[in-house]
């Protein structure tokens, strides 16, 4: 059944799938199927009467597409004029090969020879009459072999170079300031100004700063066991409680004697958790044997155990075991070092260091750890003149960490003291802050010793007055008692 679009209706039902079921033969319905025959048109003559082809008089014209035998040329000037065909350029100028010929190179002499060296070429003997004998061998000649002579070394020199660039320095002997002299001096009459500035309300720091700075280590010291005795307080208890922050640090290490205040640092470095390792290399580094010693005893009778105990149970590896090592107090105190020994342990050195693949850090330890001041110059002088450059130059190369601190140290507190201090202050108020406890604790530790030294040192290396740096960094009491101690000297 045709449908309204034009399509066909199936009659037959749906498979259920909205699909009508295809017929395979598909007979569309005959609209005549009751006529005999379908309805005809009436038959039309054509309008016209047809009329033949005229024949036309124009030549027949080939086809485009149609191939004709005969060529015919194309008019002139159908196509553009052609350009002429490239011609290669003129070969350039080519110059005629010089004239000139190198002379043959002249007849050379051979070298001279040894006439008692055989050649490799054999060369037949002339004939003689009498052929001479057979060539024998002379006997050897027993000459005897000149002996290398031992070059003099010349004196040590001051350490020179980029660390440490002051001249050579011996630290003086602490000795009393002459600030007030002894047959002036009245501890009970200092202990009584001390008690009036912390007793009652509010505290005399001016005081308290005139008499630390106008006093030496031993007369502090001596003030220090009168007050207990007058008043039965321990002093620096007492000015613990009336002052506060850095000036109470300064003014508690200035009455303390050299050996408890090194131990006392030390003891704040290790404890809790946490090193701090400056603090360790500083003081461990830089003091003589008799200081070590007197810093170990003070530790020993202060706090639990002893400071090699501590400095094991903190410190690890090679760095450890150089600390270690420069406790046990076996430095040389030698004045006069050997030049034969300083050349052989500049060669150690090398050996150890910058003379093979790695480094052999026992050999460091045993020579920085027991040559004196005087040898250690000596070696510096002679690595010098083995490898061009200093003991320095070899420890920054080969070594890293705590440990190259550490011998960097004792060469700048052996051989330059004031030079290392000048060097530690700068370090505390460069830039941007002020490393307070460094720098106090350096003025307070070379202040009776070689801290007038120092000052000259920091003016000469850093072209800078470090009384000024310090007062620019520092304020209130801290400053005063800073500066005053500086300027004293």
């Known amino acids: 059944m045709m449908t309204q679009n034009g399509g066909f209706q199936s009659f037959f039902p749906s498979n259920g799938k909205g699909n009508l ?113 057979p060539y024998q061998n002379p006997p050897p000649m027993n000459l005897p072999q000149p002996q290398p002579q031992p070059q003099p070394l010349p004196q040590p020199q001051p350490l020179t170079g980029s660390f440490y660039r002051s001249n050579t320095y011996r630290p003086p002997m602490p000795v009393a300031s002459p600030l007030p002299p002894l047959t002036d001096f009245n501890p009970e009459r200092d202990c009584q100004i001390l008690r009036d500035a912390v007793h009652g309300v509010g505290t005399n720091e001016k005081a308290i700063i005139d008499i630390i700075v106008n006093r030496n280590v031993a007369q502090r010291a001596e003030i220090r066991r009168c007050y207990k005795s007058c008043f039965g307080k321990d002093l620096i208890a007492r000015l613990k409680e009336d002052t506060s922050g850095n000036f109470k640090q300064v003014i508690a290490g200035m009455f303390m004697t050299p050996a408890e205040y090194d131990a006392y640092c030390l003891y704040k470095a290790m404890k809790g958790l946490g090193t701090d390792d400056g603090v360790l290399i500083e003081i461990i580094g830089t003091r003589t044997n008799e200081q070590l010693a007197a810093i170990k005893d003070v530790f020993e009778k202060e706090y639990k155990g002893t400071l090699e105990k501590w400095v094991i149970g903190d ?129 307070i530790s070379r202040s009776e010793i070689d801290l007038g030294f120092i000052k000259q040192a920091y003016q000469r290396i850093y072209q800078r007055d470090m009384l000024h740096d310090v007062r620019s960094d520092t304020s209130g009491f801290y400053r005063d008692i800073l500066t005053g101690l500086i300027s004293r000297v």
């Open 21 to 133: 079921h295809r017929s395979n033969t598909y007979m569309p319905p005959n609209p005549y199927q009751n006529q005999a025959f379908p309805p005809q048109q009436p038959y039309a003559p054509p309008q016209q009467p047809y009329a033949p082809p005229q024949q036309s008089f124009a030549p027949p014209q080939p086809s485009p597409f149609q191939r004709t035998n005969t060529y015919m040329p194309p008019p002139p000037q159908m196509y553009p004029p052609q350009q002429p065909q490239y011609q290669p350029p003129p070969p350039q100028y080519q110059p005629p090969p010089p004239q000139y010929q190198p002379p043959p190179p002249q007849y050379q002499p051979p070298p001279p020879q040894n006439p008692l060296q055989r050649s490799h070429t054999f060369m037949p003997a002339p004939a003689y009459p009498n052929p001479p004998a």
């Open 315 to 443: 410190t690890s590896g090679n760095y450890k075991n150089l600390l270690v090592a420069l406790l046990q107090c076996g430095r040389s105190t030698n004045p006069n070092p050997d030049p034969n020994m300083c050349q052989a342990d500049a060669q150690a050195l090398y050996k150890a260091g910058e003379g093979r693949w790695g480094t052999d850090e026992p050999t460091f330890i045993k020579i920085f750890a027991k040559r004196s001041a005087a040898e250690l110059s000596m070696i510096n002088d002679c690595y010098c003149r083995l490898r061009g450059k200093g003991l320095l130059n070899a420890i920054d190369k080969e070594f890293s960490g705590n440990i190259k601190k550490l011998l960097q140290t004792i060469v700048g507190g052996l051989l330059d003291p004031p030079g290392y201090f000048a060097k530690r202050i700068r370090e505390a108020v460069k830039g941007l802050g002020t490393n307070d406890a460094k720098l106090a604790r350096v003025i």
